[in-house]
């Protein structure tokens, strides 16, 4: 009894001096706000959540669905959360009007961006020529919306050929079934499905124009990060990068287990159309000739410069950024270990 008390008493002082971590003292928190809503594309933030990637980096990382690039941005730019996913190009502009508080992308998920209009054959619009003189519906904020001008001149249109008309992001597809719009614009995966699967229009009947098939090298989403927070929290970024590629090479080996993970996170979602979803993006935004060579989360500079040139013609932007203020590979894993599987 005497020997149990004083074993018992001597891992209690052991306890007292030596260092006893815990789950919850080891994890640094980080806040993170994704570009849109829960969805197949989302795949490789919520899988890397789901399989305790960031968790074993240490990182206590709360996933918040978005409402669209440009808002994520400015919470981002505020400090309302510490890094966020969203449309690079948008990042650029905003960086150019908001110089005190630049912004920077640290991991590149669409190597290709999703813009996109979509009509339906019923209307009559055949080829980019037929747009104009219509009125195309998007929300103010919309990516594809914003580099409208890049893509008219492309296709020969006078940038005000075409009318532009503020709609809710969920009201675009309704609103071309019914008529009251003849076009809309958004990310390919995203307004396709919409149509095909929520609103059962034939495949055959939409027609789309996709930006990246008209002269428009852009790059797509990125993982962004307040330049001053950066600086303060290297190592938390580095980290969370690590997390990420192995949750983005997760999914791309098995986008069917990703579905499994969106649909446990959210669990409204069609897990069929989201499969859909993620390999569209998976094909035609994610995984192409470059990121086979240069690996996950990178990019190209003489793409990205040539990419800044149209985005400052686009929005008629004062400043140029070099390709170090948008663009910083500094924190990503090594480049064998982002070679997609």
């Known amino acids: 009894m ?14 007292t001096l030596l260092p ?27 899988t890397a959540k789901a399989l305790g990637a960031f968790t074993a980096q240490g990182l206590d990382v709360t996933i ?3 409402t669209g690039s440009q808002k994520t941005i400015e919470q981002v730019a505020t400090g309302t959360y510490d890094l966020g996913y ?39 619009i055949r080829e980019p020529k037929d747009l104009k003189g219509t009125t195309i519906g998007a929300p103010a904020g919309d990516a594809p919306r914003r580099l409208w001008p890049i893509f008219a001149k492309n296709v020969g249109l006078p940038a005000d050929s075409v009318t532009w008309t ?20 958004g990310f390919y995966f995203t307004g396709f499905l919409n149509l095909t699967e929520n609103l059962k229009i034939p495949e055959a009947d939409v027609v789309a124009f996709k930006y990246s098939e008209y002269g428009i090298d852009l790059y797509g989403n990125a993982v962004m990060v307040r330049v001053d927070w950066l600086k303060a929290n290297e190592d938390t970024v580095r980290r969370f990068l690590a997390a990420l590629n192995t949750g983005f090479k997760a999914a791309l080996k098995d986008p069917k287990a990703a579905i499994t993970h969106i649909k446990a996170a959210e669990p409204l979602s069609n897990e069929a159309t989201e499969l859909k979803r993620l390999q569209l993006a998976i094909s035609a935004n994610m995984i192409n000739d470059e990121v086979r060579r240069n690996g996950l989360l990178a990019i190209d500079p003489a ?39």
């Open 2 to 15: 005497v020997t149990t008390r004083f074993g018992l008493a001597l891992v209690l002082l052991l306890a």
């Open 20 to 46: 006893w971590p815990t789950d919850a003292a080891a994890q640094t928190k980080v806040r993170f706000a994704l570009d849109w809503q829960i969805q197949g594309p989302q795949a490789p933030f919520i």
């Open 64 to 66: 918040d669905r978005g």
């Open 86 to 124: 969203g449309d690079i190009n948008s990042m650029i502009e905003y960086n150019a009007k908001n110089p005190q508080i630049p912004l920077i992308a640290v991991g590149i998920i669409l190597n290709s961006p999703p813009f996109s209009l979509l009509t339906l054959r019923r209307y009559g």
């Open 166 to 185: 503020n709609m809710a992001p969920p009201l675009r597809e309704p609103a071309l079934v019914k008529g009251d719009v003849k076009v809309i614009s």
């Open 303 to 341: 793409r990205m410069q040539r990419a800044i040139d149209q985005v400052v013609v686009s929005f008629e932007l004062g400043t140029k950024p070099t390709v170090a203020q948008v663009f910083t590979g500094a924190y990503l894993p090594a480049a064998p270990d982002r070679k997609p599987e």
